[in-house]
Each structure stands twice: as structure tokens, then as C-alpha cells.
């Protein structure tokens, strides 16, 4: 079984940054997809950020290409979401998704397993 772990979350001012880590089970950590999703209230479940199993493709939201970074490091079997110049439409909690062999762009419905989220705050 995979299971996944959200961490660095919490409550910042706009323009300001953080990290999100999203750390996995099992060995075969490589062998996944890794996606971000956020989901704010009343508001759908929406992507935000994918990387492909093999690492070489990355995939971003619009509302957040050129702020936000994803990368994923299979040695520590994690998985990060940079996210710099934060905004307060980027508060939601944020789940990190995982789907073997998946590309990275796959809409939610898509991911096998999911984390239990992260809440972001960002303040004005």
C-alpha cells in the first residue's frame, strides 16, 4: 500500500513563500506520477501542479505557472511544491496525489492514492 504525507503548510502573507513536502511509502516511489491539488471552500477540487513518473515532465495550472515549482527527489521519496510569491486566492488545502506510470497531467479522478492534506493560509 502507498500511503502519502503532507507537511509544510500554514499561514503566511501574500507574497511571501513556502514549501510543501509530500512524502511517500514503499520503494517503488519512482514508478509514480505526482500530483497538487488544492481544493478552497466552495470551490472544485482543482489541479495545480504534475510531474511524470520518469521526472522529465512538469505540468502547471495557469493561475499559478511561473510562481510555483514542482520536483521530486525519489531518493528521499518525496516529492516538493515550491510555491513563491503566494497569493491570497492560493488558501485551500492542498493534497499531494500519487498514479504509477501516470504523466503528470491527469485530471483527479485519475490518482490511485491520496495524501490527507495540507492546509495554506495567505493573508493579505
Known amino acids: 500500500q502507498v500511503q502519502l504525507i503532507e507537511s509544510g503548510g500554514g499561514l503566511v502573507q501574500a507574497g511571501d513563500s513556502l514549501r510543501l513536502s509530500c512524502a511517500a511509502s514503499?520503494?517503488?516511489?519512482?514508478?509514480?506520477?505526482m500530483g497538487w491539488f488544492r481544493q478552497a471552500p466552495g470551490k472544485e477540487r482543482e489541479f495545480v501542479a504534475g510531474i511524470s513518473w520518469s521526472g522529465g515532465n512538469t505540468y502547471y495550472a495557469d493561475s499559478v505557472k511561473g510562481r510555483f515549482t514542482i520536483s521530486r527527489d525519489n531518493a528521499k521519496n518525496t516529492v516538493y511544491l515550491q510555491m513563491n510569491s503566494l497569493k491570497p486566492e492560493d488558501t485551500a488545502v492542498y493534497y499531494c496525489?500519487?498514479?504509477?506510470?501516470?504523466?503528470?497531467?491527469?485530471?483527479?479522478?485519475?490518482?490511485?492514492?491520496w495524501g490527507q492534506g495540507t492546509q495554506v493560509t495567505v493573508s493579505s
Open positions: 514503499g520503494r517503488t516511489f519512482s514508478n509514480y506520477a
Open positions: 496525489a500519487a498514479e504509477p506510470y501516470g504523466s503528470g497531467s491527469n485530471p483527479w479522478f485519475s490518482y490511485n492514492y
